[in-house]
């Protein structure tokens, strides 16, 4: 059973920069991609970057570029999420996800979430 265990969140000044990572277990992940989603008080939860395993390629959220960079350790069976000039807006639930290739674009496993704060 593939787990994902988010880690990093925390409460941040405008401007300053977090990063998040994604330990993921209990399966090979090489045909895999890990995406990350967030989820603001009363919003729906929305699609923040995904990375595909096993060549890297990633995409953004047009509200992220620029800002945020996924990234992954392969060794570590890790994703990452590096965040920088965070936001008041960025405040949010931060959720790791994973999802086979061929699959896309489900995700069939999920993180806990970890809290972002980020103060003006």
């Known amino acids: 059973q593939v787990q994902l265990v988010e880690s990093g969140g925390g409460l941040v000044q405008a401007g300053g920069s977090l990063r998040l990572s994604c330990a993921a277990s209990?399966?090979?992940?090489?045909?895999?991609?890990m995406g990350w989603f967030r989820q603001a008080p009363g919003k729906e939860r929305e699609f923040v970057a995904a990375?595909?395993?096993?060549?890297?390629?990633?995409r953004y959220a047009d509200s992220v570029k620029g800002r945020f960079t996924i990234s992954r350790d392969n060794a570590k069976n890790t994703a990452y999420l590096q965040m920088n000039s965070l936001k008041p807006e960025d405040t949010a639930v931060y959720y790791c996800?994973?999802?086979?290739?061929?699959?896309?674009?489900?995700?069939?496993?999920w993180g806990q979430g970890t809290q972002v704060t980020v103060s003006s």
């Open positions: 996800a994973a999802g086979a290739t061929y699959q896309a674009p489900t995700y069939n496993y």
């Open positions: 209990g399966g090979t992940f090489n045909n895999y991609r």
């Open positions: 990375i595909n395993w096993s060549d890297g390629s990633t």
